[in-house]
């Protein structure tokens, strides 16, 4: 069910698609030998055929193909047999031919759909329009000089993946959520890092309102977005822009937008052209792009276990939580050390990993992640590995220390490269489960709470709690509680 905006005059409904750009992970560009590495020095890998040197001609990187192919299977979309590579043309200064390589009426890849998971628990499927190889153009750089414009052609011809989604998508909520399951997606595929801070990954915010049930209104592009989080601010923005505009007797103007993170509001930048203003027509320099369902196929067997699929097999067959198998799933890295975290543990126990899957989706998702949130760290760079978390689990679990020990010892963790038993050895951490011991103290502190004793057995039987509490306060948190609760329980009730 659609989502509607209160305007002053009634409602209104947003509609939004989104025009995703992904860049291609390939060690070349799309049609020369250069390097893409990011961050090189300006215009360090230009080739002639980037730099459109006369009598320079396009060749096609296969990988950059398969790259395209690898993605749309990903998405369960429609592969073509046979695309065409297009001429677009426009003149800006960071583009040398005056032309930029992409491709129009005949994709790479066809209709498919992306299904998003909201937060109320929901899911939507969102269609995909197609998905189309091009390439990148160089960058105009206006803050290096005061009366000239400097430009780096180390992106020009970087092979792109432009993502087309159908206009579908009704909320800030539901364009983030399609952005970031589509950046899972690529990233699981390994076909493009989604770095939206190094430009890896941006999107084009397709932004309209119109009355529901009305035809739709007319839409504004806002350029070259970088974060889930500006696309959302993009969208609402726009959406309360455009109303206030038709609600004033105004009407929206088919216009090219940016937006500014520092104000959360959009400004315009150039009227909109139509794609027939840009002259499309063939490249002349590149056949046809035809393969075999074979060349598909084989490329099909090298996919990995994908988020949604992964996501399944979390829930049903190890059994943890819809919401954990969300989180850990949302990026490939957090998965991977998961489970990484399960077969250490399973090796070193002995037991089958659906006894501890719930356990360890817990605390990677709780503990470990809420420490890496506040250190700025990502799971990537974390400073507790998969098999030193699995050995911190794994003493818990076999009551060598308490939780509250286990607390501790994480924290230690965080700060140093010790591992789990070195700290628990260096300082005297074992969990104590002697009943003889312990008996030894319940029999200290009902000694000195007679009173409390009393009233115990006069029928407050919450006091238990404090026994406990003042029990493991004697023993440095070091008692099994399991074995102080039955102990106390037994002095307690004699």
Not at 154 to 175: K, Q, Y
Not at 234 to 248: K, Y
Not at 268 to 286: G, I, N, Q, T, V
Request: proline share 4%.
């Amino acid at each position: 069910m659609s989502k509607l905006i209160q305007g002053a005059t009634g409602d209104w409904e947003v509609v939004i698609g989104l025009e995703v750009h992904a860049q291609v992970i390939s060690e070349s560009k799309l049609f020369s030998g250069s390097a893409t590495a990011f961050g090189a020095e300006p215009n360090s890998q230009v080739s002639f055929v980037d730099a459109a040197m006369p009598g320079m001609l396009p060749v096609i990187n296969e990988e950059c193909v398969r790259q395209a192919i690898r993605t749309g299977l990903a998405m369960g979309s429609k592969i073509n047999l046979r695309s065409i590579f297009d001429r677009k043309n426009y003149f800006y200064a960071d583009l040398p031919q005056g032309y930029q390589i992409s491709q129009f009426k005949d994709p790479i890849v066809g209709e498919g759909e992306i299904v998003i998971e909201l937060e109320d628990g929901s899911t939507k499927a969102i269609g995909v329009e197609r998905l189309h190889l091009e390439q990148d153009a160089g960058k105009s750089m206006h803050d290096q000089h005061p009366t000239m414009t400097y430009v780096d052609l180390n992106r020009s011809g970087v092979a792109l993946m432009e993502i087309v989604s159908m206009p579908d998508m009704r909320s800030a909520e539901e364009a983030g959520a399609y952005f970031r399951k589509l950046r899972s997606i690529v990233r699981y595929a390994g076909t493009c890092d989604g770095n939206m801070e190094q430009g890896s990954m941006r999107a084009d915010v397709n932004v309209s309102v119109r009355r529901p049930g009305e035809p739709f209104g007319t839409r504004t592009e806002t350029k070259n977005v970088n974060s889930i989080r500006f696309v959302m601010q993009v969208v609402e923005h726009e959406a309360n822009r455009q109303i206030a505009v038709l609600e004033d007797g105004g009407t929206i103007d088919q216009e090219t937008r940016l937006f500014d993170p520092g104000t959360g509001t959009t400004r315009s930048m150039r009227s909109k052209e139509e794609a027939h203003d840009y002259r499309y027509f063939p490249d002349p320099d590149l056949l046809p792009l035809e393969f075999t369902q074979e060349f598909v196929d084989e490329i099909a067997k090298t996919l990995p276990e994908l988020p949604d699929i992964k996501k399944n097999r979390f829930v049903e067959d190890l059994k943890i939580s819809a919401y954990n198998a969300g989180v850990l799933v949302a990026e490939k890295e957090n998965a991977d050390y998961f489970e990484e975290v399960l077969s250490h543990l399973e090796k070193a126990s002995g037991k089958d990993k659906h006894e501890f899957a719930t356990l360890t989706s817990n605390w990677v998702t709780g503990e470990l992640f809420g420490a890496l949130n506040k250190l700025g760290c990502s799971i990537s760079n974390s400073p507790i590995s998969a098999e030193h978390a699995a050995e911190l689990l794994g003493l818990q679990m076999d009551g060598t220390i308490s939780g509250r020990i286990a607390k501790d010892i994480f924290e230690i963790m965080l700060e140093s490269d010790q591992s789990p038993s070195e700290i628990v050895e260096e300082k005297g951490l074992k969990q104590v489960s002697d009943t003889g011991a312990i008996e030894a103290f319940i029999d200290e502190v009902m000694a000195a709470n007679m009173d409390k004793v009393e009233e115990y057995r006069g029928g407050k039987d919450k006091l238990l709690g404090f026994f406990v509490g003042q029990v493991m306060k004697k023993t440095q948190g070091k008692a099994n509680p399991q074995v102080v609760n039955e102990l106390l329980r037994k002095k307690l009730n004699s």
